[in-house]
């Protein structure tokens, strides 16, 4: 086990380590299920004990029998261990092992096959047996489920959350929204000072936060600051309750649970507050709450609603936010076209003469430009995506038995497709470590080279219903940042930072900086 991890820790899934595992020597290596000292005493061993040897890697190297998904050997409690808390390792770490399109593995009682290459991505994602619902609940957890404290819960019925989403972020609601948003941009930066330095994977998620609870919630809760704070530590506590112990043995009575359910039952009481008082207002509001309460849903539902939008909003947005942010400080040249694009929005719809705040004169840009103009920052965003989201899509098969890639995926299967498949694939994207947004310029096309080779929205069933909301809650945040601000990025000591950091794949929650931590130093030069 210890060899296999450290082969792990050190692999990257580019296209050539896979061409790699194909040579001989690696193969035994990788295959052989002892140790390196072992082997060599397997060697000197006897003529019958080579033999055997020769017979067991055959078995292990022979093609499968068809409709075989080979399954990891192992104490099953250790590998699904891995599975949670080093994710992206675990996954990428086994198929180095072999050319095989699969792997199948336990997680306690349930059977779990890994999935990559192209059919298995299409079928991953186009499968109606394929439930999106079921493969997160049980192995990602984060999202509290309301079933949990004894409240009915909608949270599962996607269809019914995507009506909502819809009905609440089309661009005539996003438009009304703007200023509200920015104001809430200025007055988090405000905060900041006028230099100084910080955590941008501190400042920017809660900025976000507030965003996101704003767009779905109703304004007494976004501009209250302490209830705010309150319910943004609960959600954290939430997101972080999704331990390996918690979510391998859901039924024990350990702290992680105890934690979970209070925090659950806290965050659905301040909510519920908050959706009553807006029941019981004389005058309706255009918020969030407001427009549900019109719609006719009940206090549960719409609390059960916004927790669905904070959960499925915050994380990913927060990412690549700072992710933008953070790739734009590191490469000067992708700051200044960006800045420029900016810069030309401004001058174009304002009159940079009055003496208007930035926050007020960003919010004169109509969003039909936020969403159509932008093609520089539209680049960044989507190869900053391409580059940080590489966690793990996943499902349970619920229907029928399932042939992928020549493997047989049973009903009740949980199916997992790293997308780092595709976004760090470098038969698809050239160099793909390499942050250059102009890879999907027209005549390079990167994205268009293989089946659903840009994951970024998601693809087939389920695409993203937030990305519009998404995109314009992080180009606000970025122009405020690049418009309002010089900035750069630093380390802990306040000196430019050796390298260009890099998402740790393996951190689920937050995809921070592997190893050292990187700060911005900012000068704020428009008010
Ligand atoms: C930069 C931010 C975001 C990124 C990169 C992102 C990415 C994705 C991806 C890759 C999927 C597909 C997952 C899968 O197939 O397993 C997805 C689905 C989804 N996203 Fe997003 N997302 C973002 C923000 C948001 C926001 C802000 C919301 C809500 C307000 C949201 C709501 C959803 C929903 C509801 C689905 C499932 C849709 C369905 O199953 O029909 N997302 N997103």
Not at 296 to 316: T, W
Not at 467 to 486: N, P, S
């Amino acid at each position: 086990m210890g060899q296999s991890l450290r082969l792990v820790t050190a692999w990257r899934p580019q296209g050539s380590s896979r061409k790699a595992a194909t040579a001989v020597p690696s193969i035994l290596r990788d295959f052989s299920p002892v140790g390196a000292g072992e082997l060599d005493l397997l060697r000197s061993a006897s003529t019958v004990s080579a033999v055997l040897l020769a017979i067991y890697v055959y078995r292990l190297l022979a093609p499968s029998a068809k409709g075989s998904i080979k399954q990891l050997g192992g104490i099953p409690i250790i590998t699904a261990w891995t599975f949670f808390t080093k994710r992206y390792d675990f996954l990428w770490g086994h198929f180095k092992k072999s050319t095989d399109p699969h792997f199948r593995f336990q997680v306690l009682q349930h059977q779990v096959v890994a999935l990559r290459g192209e059919e298995a991505r299409k079928a991953f994602f186009d499968t109606k047996s394929l439930d999106f619902i079921e493969g997160y609940k049980i192995l990602m957890g984060g999202a509290p489920r309301l079933n949990d404290i004894d409240v009915s819960d909608k949270g599962g019925d996607v269809p019914w959350f995507n009506k909502q989403l819809l009905s609440l972020l089309n661009r005539k609601r996003l438009t009304d929204a703007l200023p509200t948003l920015l104001d809430d941009i200025n007055n988090r930066m405000l905060g900041w000072g006028k230099t100084g330095s910080f955590d941008p994977f501190k400042n920017i998620y809660d900025l976000v936060f507030q965003m996101t609870v704003r767009m779905a919630s109703c304004a007494e809760l976004a501009q209250d600051m302490e209830v705010l704070n309150e319910v943004q530590k609960l959600y954290w506590t939430l997101e972080k309750s999704a331990t390996p112990t918690a979510l391998l043995l859901p039924w024990f009575p350990g702290p992680a649970k105890k934690a979970k359910e209070a925090a659950t039952k806290e965050l659905f009481m301040k909510l519920y507050g908050y959706v009553e008082l807006r029941r019981n207002a004389e005058v309706p509001s255009s918020d969030a709450i407001d427009v549900l309460i019109g719609q006719g849903l009940s206090s549960q539902e719409i609390v059960g609603f916004v927790l669905g939008v904070v959960f499925a909003g915050v994380i990913n947005t927060g990412i690549n936010a700072c992710w933008a942010l953070v790739y734009l400080a590191s490469h000067k040249d992708w700051k200044a076209k960006a800045k420029a694009e900016v810069d030309a929005l401004i001058e174009k719809h304002t009159n940079t003469s009055s003496p208007e705040i930035l926050a007020k004169r960003l919010a004169a840009i109509p969003v039909s430009v936020w969403d159509d103009e932008m093609p520089v920052m539209e680049a960044v965003i989507r190869e900053t995506i391409r580059m940080t989201l590489t966690g793990t899509a996943l499902r349970r098969n619920l229907i029928e038995e399932l042939t992928v890639a020549n493997g047989t995926i049973q009903k009740g299967d949980f199916v997992a497709y790293s997308i780092a498949d595709v976004h760090l694939n470098d038969e698809i994207y050239s160099d793909p470590y390499t942050f250059d947004p102009t890879r999907f310029d027209a005549g390079r096309e990167e994205d268009k080279k293989a089946t659903f080779a840009y994951m970024g929205w998601g693809a087939g069933r389920h695409p993203c219903t937030g990305m519009k909301v998404a995109k314009l809650e992080i180009k606000v945040i970025v122009a405020m940042m690049l418009a309002g601000f010089d900035f750069d990025i630093v380390d802990k000591a306040g000196k430019p930072m050796a390298k260009i950091p890099v998402p740790d794949r393996n951190d689920i929650q937050q995809s921070r900086p592997l190893g050292e931590p990187c700060y911005f130093k900012f000068k704020r030069i428009v008010d």
